[in-house]
């Protein structure tokens, strides 16, 4: 059973760079089929995706994002991370990773717990 | 806003049966049947419950399926159970830049 852990710190000043990273367990993020990914959700709000990445570098990102997300992956340590640059207020949500079916529906199938992140002076 | 539309809240009676709606364009949902749906209850992550218009993930209850008609995704609940009582948020694939679109989300509440 795969599963997925976010960290990273809790409280990030406004203009510095969000980074997180997830550690993938169960299964390899190596296997074919499946991008891994980053999701937020704005507290009481609904569900954005960030990224997406494939295991050999391909990437897509959300537009509204793509000028201040990177996304990147460490298949060593079968980890991947988001860094979010330039922070504000509006960038305070509880975030997600998950994996993602590489075709048809870009189906989140498993998630992480998230973890809240606060941007704040 | 949300790309995709659906109702704030719904509510329904335990053992009813009840359907979510998602309106799309013919960018997203009209475009493929690439429309998913997540089941998210409160401090919880979602939870995938249905793919691909209508295929169930291994271990989701077959009183949960989905439909399109046109630019409206649909899930309907069977049996409804307290448990059911959850937030739904629907999901498409995009031919737009936005590539993955979600909707807004629907309270469902089982009376």
């Known amino acids: 059973q795969v599963q997925l852990q976010e960290s990273g710190p809790g409280l990030v000043k406004p203009s510095q760079t969000l980074s997180l990273t997830c550690t993938v367990s169960?299964?390899?993020?190596?296997?074919?089929?499946?991008?891994w990914g980053w999701i937020r959700q704005h507290p009481g709000k609904g569900l954005d995706w960030i990224a997406y990445?494939?295991?050999?570098?391909?990437?897509k990102y959300n537009p509204s994002l793509q000028s201040r997300a990177t996304i990147s992956m460490d298949t060593s340590e079968n980890q991947f991370s988001l860094n979010l640059a330039s922070v504000t207020a509006a960038d305070t949500a509880l975030y997600y990773c998950?994996?993602?079916?590489?075709?048809?529906?870009?189906?989140?199938?498993?998630w992480s717990p998230g973890t809240l992140v606060t941007v704040s002076s | 806003q949300s790309a995709l539309t659906q109702p704030a809240s719904v509510s329904g009676s335990p053992g009813q049966s009840i359907t979510l709606s998602c309106t799309g364009t013919?960018?997203?949902?009209?475009?493929?049947?690439?429309v998913s749906w997540y089941q998210q209850h409160p401090g919880k992550a979602p939870k995938l419950i249905i793919l691909?218009?209508?295929n169930r993930p291994s271990g989701v209850s077959n009183r949960f399926s989905g439909s399109k008609s046109g630019n409206t995704a649909s899930l309907t609940i069977s049996g409804l159970q307290p448990e059911d009582e959850a937030d739904y948020y629907c999901?498409?694939?995009?031919?737009?830049?936005?590539?993955?679109?979600f909707g807004g989300g629907t309270k469902l509440t089982v009376l």
């Open positions: 999901s498409s694939y995009s031919t737009s830049i936005s590539l993955l679109v």
């Open positions: 013919s960018n997203d949902v009209g475009a493929y049947n690439y």
């Open positions: 691909d218009v209508s």
């Open positions: 169960g299964g390899s993020i190596r296997e074919g089929g499946y991008y």
């Open positions: 990445i494939f295991y050999d570098g391909f990437a």
């Open positions: 998950a994996r993602v079916y590489g075709s048809g529906s870009r189906a989140f199938d498993h």
